[in-house]
T-cell receptor, first 120, second 114 residues
Framework: EAGVAQSPRYKIIEKRQSVAFWCNPI?????LYWYQQILGQGPKLLIQ????????DSQLPKDRFSAERLKGVDSTLKIQPAKLEDSAVYLC??????????????????FGPGTRLTVL | KNQVEQSPQSLIILEGKNCTLQ??????????LRWYKQDTGRGPVSLTI?????NTKSNGRYTATLDADTKQSSLHITASQLSDSASYIC?????????????FGSGTRLSIRP
């Protein structure tokens, strides 16, 4: 079974520039998550999709961050314009179904390798 | 406020030694607790998962314990290997509701020295 794919793996940009990350979840996984992980910290949820609908985007800085999952499969996360404090690893994860499933095991998240963003 | 706190923040041990990592949480209502291993430059990978009714769960040299009464969990690593060098993250999920949350700890950075 193929894992969660992310690209690019690394990105270096200057502040005020724009950047986009792409994620392809595991086939059949209804739920997709984007996390921001700053060095030395645990992942912080930015946005959670259930199919192509947004479940939770309460911690997404909406003035500069946006995300979409138009067809309920792959997803893009965009930052425009980037700030120095956006330097982090952006992780994408997917799970079968965190709610409504018959078993709590459905909420196990499988993570991609992440995209390391450096803003200069 | 739902929180997950891990200790120690970092740990260095010699190869072959055992170690125990701690996780305390205040998440309620509780659904399950997972331990993830995150190698440098990679995404987290699940090691164990436990619900409130489970006290212990093993995965090879990794053994997780859960005390739902005191809201504490530990991850014990036996006979450590160099490949165990990684961050270990405790993740607690709320019981399913209309707005379930998954809360991540900050992780423990473990370094194994030869």
């Amino acid at each position: 079974e193929a894992g969660v794919a992310q690209s690019p793996r690394y990105k270096i940009i200057e502040k005020r520039q724009s950047v986009a990350f792409w994620c392809n979840p595991i086939s059949g996984h209804a739920t997709l998550y984007w996390y921001q992980q700053i060095l030395g910290q645990g992942p912080k949820l930015l946005i959670q999709f259930q199919n192509n609908g947004v479940v939770d985007d309460s911690q997404l800085p909406k003035d500069r961050f946006s995300a979409e999952r138009l067809k309920g499969v792959d997803s893009t996360l965009k930052i425009q314009p980037a700030k120095l404090e956006d330097s982090a690893v952006y992780l994408c994860a997917s799970s079968l179904n965190p709610r409504g499933g018959a078993s709590w095991t459905y909420n196990e998240q499988f993570f991609g390798p992440g995209t390391r963003l450096t803003v200069l | 406020k739902n929180q997950v706190e891990q200790s120690p923040q970092s740990l260095i041990i010699l190869e072959g030694k055992n170690c125990t990592l701690q996780c305390n949480y205040t998440v309620s209502p509780f659904s399950n607790l997972r331990w993830y291993k995150q190698d440098t430059g990679r995404g987290p990978v699940s090691l164990t998962i436990m619900t409130f009714s489970e006290n212990t769960k093993s995965n090879g040299r990794y053994t997780a314990t859960l005390d739902a009464d005191t809201k504490q969990s530990s991850l014990h690593i036996t006979a450590s290997q160099l490949s165990d060098s990684a961050s270990y993250i405790c993740v607690v999920s709320e019981r399913y509701s209309s707005a379930s949350k998954i809360i991540f700890g900050s992780g423990t950075r473990l370094s194994i020295r030869p």
